[in-house]
């Protein structure tokens, strides 16, 4: 999992 990744998945995750 890179810093990247995460983020974008965190994100996509917050944002829903």
Do not use: A, K, P, T
Not at 1 to 16: A, G, M, R, T, Y
């Amino acid at each position: 999992w890179h810093s990247s990744s995460v983020c974008h998945f965190n994100i996509e995750d917050f944002l829903e």
